[in-house]
């Protein structure tokens, strides 16, 4: 079982840069493939970026490919998402998710983080 705990999230002007954490806790980490979701209001939840369990393969969403990068630290146990260039469209609440499948056709699992807000100002 893995718990998730994200932060970083905040106010930011349009064109700014943020970097949200996702804290994991098990000893399993390191076998999950790792996603990003967000979900702004009156939205479903949509997919963000996925990382492989090495940290090797990564996949984004067209709406944020060439602004935002996922990365992870397995020995810390943290996955991140380096959010750059950002416009007021990426305002959400960003979660976490320990999933399963490769990266392209990631498949997020039940491990929820609790969200950390992230508001862009135009």
């Known amino acids: 079982q893995v718990q998730l705990v994200e932060s970083g999230g905040g106010l930011v002007q349009a064109g700014g840069s943020l970097r949200l954490s996702c804290a994991a806790s098990g000893r399993t980490f390191s076998s999950y493939p790792m996603g990003w979701f967000r979900q702004a209001p009156g939205k479903e939840r949509e997919f963000v970026a996925a990382i492989s369990w090495s940290g090797g393969s990564t996949y984004y969403a067209d709406s944020v490919k060439g602004r935002f990068t996922i990365s992870r630290d397995n020995a810390k146990n943290t996955v991140y998402l380096q959010m750059n260039s950002l416009k007021s469209e990426d305002t959400a609440v960003y979660f976490c998710?320990?999933?399963?499948?490769?990266?392209?056709?990631?498949?997020?699992?039940?491990?929820w983080g609790q969200g950390t807000q992230v508001t862009v100002s135009s």
């Open positions: 998710n320990a999933g399963r499948g490769r990266v392209s056709d990631y498949v997020p699992s039940d491990y």
